[in-house]
Each structure stands twice: as C-alpha cells, then as structure tokens.
C-alpha cells in the first residue's frame, strides 16, 4: 500500500503498473480541498498525451494499480 500524504499529492509522479493506450506515466495535475483539509478532487495528467483523468485519490494507494514515482 502507497501511503499518501494529500498535502503533498500535487505534481506527485506515478506510474500505471498497467498501462492503457500507452499511457504509463502520469502527473497529478489538481487537487482540491473543502474547508476541512479534506481532498474532494484529485486530477491526474498523462504525460505522453496530456489526457486528463479524474480519480478518487486513494486509488493511488493501490500498489497492485500504481506505483510511486516514474519507474
């Protein structure tokens, strides 16, 4: 399990353990907070196309999904 502080989840790096359409590595590209620090969207960037995809940021958290950094 990737442990994941959302205070520093902004241009974090990651890398698809299973790539679709070629996409493997991606940037967090937005992160939203309500009032109570609580992230309420999470937006990731491929990196080779530039397609942006939201996601429920705990996904990430998923090592059998994603990994930390560009491998």
Do not use: Q
């Amino acid at each position: 399990m990737n442990r994941i502080n959302p205070k520093k989840l902004l241009n974090s790096k990651w890398t698809a353990i299973e790539p679709t359409k070629k996409e493997k590595h991606f940037i967090v590209s937005e992160v939203e907070f309500d009032e109570e620090d609580v992230v309420v969207l999470c937006s990731i960037e491929a990196v080779m196309s530039k397609r942006s995809i939201r996601i429920d940021w705990h996904e990430l958290e998923d090592d059998s999904r994603w990994l930390h950094g560009w491998k």
